[in-house]
């Protein structure tokens, strides 16, 4: 089968996916030193400011978070189901679960956008209108915001990124571009979205659960 | 669908399941007061939600050494990198800004 072929650089197609998967684990290991020195910055914060951080973090919509935590779970499972089901041939299978983990990332940032528009209405943004209505914890608290905004806004980036991948691969894959969307290309953009899911599963209780059983 | 892919989606559908069992647990258990034992719990389990979701969704279990490598020494670095900046931070005490009115005269302190 012609989707089965490896470039000529390498001797065999195992090879070849091998060589793609190390290219896609070293991509997010610099990945990680991209999101590292938000998370550093929320841990200085966190850990000299521990009153104010817990009170700004109690004005974050936790139900809406839990709900696109929830969301992007259950979008990391759908893609792994693609990512097998494209492995085993089962195209359709597959264009089906693409379509669905696409429209679940898409629900999250439509979520997302819910949560900002509250903020902004709140005047939590940290911009020139910014207001605390604790004003003991304003400035921690705007530090926590700024976090917040800066964090969640690269990770919904990230997401878009990866929902345009998805997409692509979905419409190549029911058009019949077999070649185009192989089981190498779909896992690897599955491993970016695995990713992604994983750094806000530490987003999620840094930013929504801190503090809310005190205050 | 063949015994094997069945099989696969089921174990992918038993991780979800115990990840949406996590999600339940360190929501819930955030509304507890178990002071700085909220933090470790919450920490905790997105550790292992993490882990679930490398180990299992992005194949670590089955994956090559170098894979294995690659994946552990990101995260020592990343370690490396919050030791030697909490160092950093941890071994200074806060100054307020210059520009900043002292509260009290600072010769009311010392007596001198």
Redesign the interface.
């Given at each position: 089968m012609s989707e089965a072929m490896h470039a000529a650089q390498f001797d065999s197609a195992a090879q070849q996916e091998?060589a793609a998967?190390?290219g896609i684990?070293?991509f997010?290991?610099t990945e990680?030193?991209f999101f590292?020195p938000l998370f550093?910055g929320y841990?200085?914060g966190r850990?000299?400011f521990p009153d104010g951080f817990a009170a700004a973090s109690r004005h974050t919509e936790?139900m809406l978070g839990?709900i696109n935590?929830?969301v992007l779970?259950?979008s990391?499972?759908l893609?792994?189901?693609a990512g097998?089901?494209r492995k085993?041939n089962?195209t359709r299978l597959a264009t089906r679960m693409l379509l669905l983990v696409a429209a679940l990332g898409i629900a999250f940032l439509v979520i997302k956008g819910i949560e900002y528009r509250h903020e902004w209405q709140e005047r939590l943004f940290p911009g020139a209108g910014f207001f605390f209505p604790e004003h003991q914890h304003a400035a921690a608290a705007r530090m926590f915001y700024f976090l917040y905004f800066g964090m969640t806004g690269l990770h919904a980036l990230h997401l878009t990124i990866g929902i345009v991948m998805v997409l692509v691969f979905a419409l190549g894959l029911s058009r019949g571009a077999r070649r185009f969307a192989n089981a190498e290309r779909i896992e690897v953009a599955?491993?970016y979205w695995?990713?992604v899911?994983?750094v806000w599963?530490?987003l999620?209780?840094?930013l929504y659960?801190?503090g809310?059983?005190?205050g | 669908m063949t015994n094997l892919e069945s099989h696969a989606y089921r174990r992918i559908v038993l991780v979800w399941i115990a990840l949406m069992a996590l999600l339940l647990l360190t929501f819930g258990s955030a509304y507890l007061k178990l002071g700085a034992w909220n933090n470790a719990i919450n920490l905790g389990i997105a550790a292992v939600k993490a882990l679930l979701v490398a180990v299992f969704f992005m194949h670590l279990r089955s994956a090559s050494t170098m894979l294995r490598i690659v994946a552990v020494i990101a995260l020592l670095m990343l370690a490396l990198l919050f030791g030697l900046s909490h160092t950093d931070y941890a071994t200074r005490t806060m100054q307020r800004v210059p520009w900043q009115t002292p509260p009290k005269s600072q010769n009311a302190e010392g007596g001198g």
């Open positions: 091998e998967t190390l684990w070293v997010l290991a990680l030193m590292g550093f841990y200085y850990s000299h936790v839990t935590t929830a779970l259950t990391s499972m893609m792994a189901i097998e089901a085993a089962a599955a491993l695995h990713f899911d994983a599963i530490f999620y209780p840094i659960l801190v809310r059983s005190s | -």
